[in-house]
T-cell receptor, first 114, second 115 residues
Framework: SQQGEEDPQALSIQEGENATMNCSYKTSINNLQWYRQNSGRGLVHLILIRSNEREKHSGRLRVTLDTSKKSSSLLITASRAADTASYFCATDAWTQGGSEKLVFGKGTKLTVNP | EPEVTQTPSHQVTQMGQEVILRCVPISNHLYFYWYRQILGQKVEFLVSFYNNEISEKSEIFDDQFSVERPDGSNFTLKIRSTKLEDSAMYFC?????????????FGPGTRLLVL
């Protein structure tokens, strides 16, 4: 089955450091999305990268996609305490005829210590 | 910036009772979704809805679940007879385009607790 799986499961860093989270998946995709979830709250969309893109930037976020390795990484530069949250990758479940659902990984819990 | 809204934010109910979770998608979006997240677990797809009918559903979305767009703005998820295992955070989402090609925007969620 197709899954996004993030690693590490948990990451603790100091404010100002960079945080890198990785996501692996199993089958072909059209795009991959990263979301953030503050504890017990909703999902905030961060960035979408398409299968024909290799890298994308948004502010302090940098996402890479390697379709040959079926993996993606999310880099948060110059982290802040407010970046403390869980980060999820989500892939579209590509099937013939299309599918509308997103398949989420288990997430990486990031803690940024002041 | 437009956003998806959900009500109520929290709901506590007794096992066997019916619950209706409400969502207002982003106004120009045509595709609507429900997902759920059991505490500590992954976000799971339940159902997608377009043009007033279900376009895709997961194995979780059994006969106890139904969705409806009763008017031009609301999108609802009904659970007919709740079970303990229905306790979860339920997220509504909407998008402009189908097939997960474009961003799905999520609401803040409804935390459902079944006692």
């Amino acid at each position: 089955s197709q899954q996004g799986e993030e690693d590490p499961q948990a990451l603790s860093i100091q404010e100002g450091e960079n945080a890198t989270m990785n996501c692996s998946y199993k089958t072909s995709i059209n795009n991959l999305q990263w979301y953030r979830q503050n504890s017990g709250r909703g999902l905030v969309h961060l960035i979408l990268i398409r299968s024909n893109e290799r890298e994308k930037h948004s502010g302090r976020l940098r996402v890479t996609l390697d379709t040959s390795k079926k993996s993606s990484s999310l880099l948060i530069t110059a982290s802040r305490a407010a970046d403390t949250a869980s980060y999820f990758c989500a892939t579209d479940a590509w099937t013939q005829g299309g599918s509308e659902k997103l398949v989420f990984g288990k997430g990486t819990k990031l803690t940024v210590n002041p | 910036e437009p956003e998806v809204t959900q009500t109520p934010s929290h709901q506590v109910t007794q096992m066997g009772q019916e619950v209706i979770l409400r969502c207002v998608p982003i106004s120009n979006h045509l595709y609507f979704y429900w997902y759920r997240q059991i505490l500590g677990q992954k976000v799971e797809f339940l159902v997608s809805f377009y043009n007033n009918e279900i376009s895709e559903k997961s194995e979780i979305f059994d006969d106890q679940f139904s969705v409806e767009r009763p008017d031009g703005s609301n999108f609802t998820l009904k659970i007919r007879s709740t079970k303990l295992e229905d306790s979860a955070m339920y997220f509504c989402a909407s998008s402009e385009a189908p097939y997960a090609r474009e961003t799905q925007y999520f609401g803040p969620g409804t935390r459902l607790l079944v006692l």
